[in-house]
């Protein structure tokens, strides 16, 4: 049932288990973005709707831009097409029905009252194309009393209680320090996207999908959620503690910290014998992790101490050797060039542009994709033209409509 996106690519574009199929990606910022790039590298044709003259808001989240291009929307925007679209004017929304006619996915962002106005709900774009899988993400999801309330990434980690539980003991909440919700959330999207392309495929039905933000980190927050509800005490920040095992945290090495991360009583065990702290190992009330962590203080104060007393590279040497799960608190500048990440092929250079401009692939690997798919992101507006020729526009339609603004091109095409 799917239908097959004939238009031609690169010849050595590398294919993926979503080949074929064609999602219009009108989501902007981060979460939609990401959602749109993970099925894109899976195979997809993605078609980026974007509003005229400036497109997606994360084109302009700078500093730093390398060659005029945000660095933050190059990573999350490769192996995409780029189409303008004026959505105020009758024949820009009849170009976009026109497109979702051919589409199997449909991702976007926008206001519920605005989809609806335009046209464009849900309800309305199902009815005219059954088979459309649906992606409704949003700060705070569809229903319930706040849906209409505008979403990011730092509103959701602070409503969703991680920030209270992140940040030093003793201090203030703090947010972690990355797009976490966004890219949780779009890969959470591109899960149920692909859930529901099994069963486009085989009842020929399509789906409506609601994602959001504040769902997403409720998820995150799952363990914690869980064991307050069970009885545990109000969580607080804690420092990079665990709430439940009892070592599970950084420590200070002689030159710099380290992590450490004890996950049963048997590598307990040769924790103690390996950092030369054997009465910790053998003493009986500390032979479970509910012992332990009824006398985490203590026992994580001696281990501070002996961890003090030598280099980094030593420990984790000393620890690895005894398979204790141990790591360095890395800079980006260590992670950029950290042998396992550079063996994996994760950061990935965009075709094309400046040797700092980067993205990072997708968290996964197919057997039956060697290689991973790495276009550059798109120019604002870069495919309007072939994408309205596909849909049955002629040149000269073309034209009429980029003269009244009803679509962009782009503007190297506009300059000729």
Not at 325 to 347: C, N, W
Not at 382 to 405: K, P
């Amino acid at each position: 049932m799917i239908s097959l996106d004939t238009s031609s690519g690169p010849v050595d574009e590398p294919s993926g288990p979503l080949d074929g199929v064609r999602v219009v990606d009108m989501t902007t910022s981060y979460a939609g973005p990401t959602a749109a790039m993970y099925l894109a590298d899976l195979g997809a044709t993605v078609i980026k709707v974007e509003r005229p003259g400036s497109g997606d808001d994360a084109r302009s989240w700078g500093p730093p831009f390398v060659d005029g291009v945000s660095a933050w929307f190059a990573s999350a925007n490769r192996n995409k097409r780029s189409v303008v679209l004026n959505l105020s004017a009758p024949e820009g929304r009849e170009v976009l029905l026109r497109l979702l006619d051919t589409a199997d996915v449909f991702l976007q962002n926008m206001n519920p009252a605005k989809l609806s106005r335009i046209g464009i709900d849900g309800e309305t774009l199902r009815r005219r194309n059954p088979r459309l899988v649906y992606c409704a993400m949003s700060g705070f999801g569809l229903t319930g009393p706040d849906s209409d309330l505008p979403g990011y990434d730092l509103v959701a980690q602070a409503r969703s209680g991680l920030m209270s539980v992140t940040g030093e003991k003793g201090g203030a909440p703090q947010r972690v320090s990355t797009a976490l919700s966004d890219v949780a959330t779009g890969m959470a999207a591109a899960i149920a996207v692909n859930a529901a392309l099994v069963r486009q495929c085989r009842t020929g039905q399509g789906d409506a999908i609601d994602v959001s933000l504040l769902d997403t980190d409720l998820a995150l927050m799952a363990p914690r959620v869980a064991a307050f509800l069970a009885g545990e005490p109000e969580p607080a920040p804690s420092g990079g503690t665990d709430s439940v095992l009892a070592m599970y945290q950084p420590f200070e090495a002689a030159d710099r910290t380290i992590v450490i991360a004890i996950g049963n009583d048997s590598m307990w065990q040769r924790f103690c014998g390996a950092i030369e702290l054997p009465e910790l190992g053998a003493d009986p009330g500390l032979s479970d992790n509910a012992s332990r962590r009824a006398d985490r203080s203590r026992i994580t104060e001696l281990v501070a101490r002996r961890l003090a007393t030598r280099p980094a590279a030593e420990w984790l040497r000393l620890l690895a050797d005894v398979e204790v799960p141990a790591a360095l608190v890395q800079t980006l500048s260590e992670v950029t060039k950290d042998p396992q990440v550079v063996a994996r092929g994760a950061i990935l250079p965009v075709p094309g542009g400046h040797d700092d401009l980067v993205s990072v692939r997708s968290p996964f690997r197919l057997a039956s994709q060697e290689k991973p798919r790495n276009e550059r992101f798109p120019a604002l507006g870069a495919d309007t033209r072939t994408t309205l020729l596909d849909l049955g526009y002629t040149q000269e339609q073309i034209d009429e409509l980029a003269a009244a603004r009803v679509i962009g091109l782009e503007t190297a095409e506009v300059a000729s």
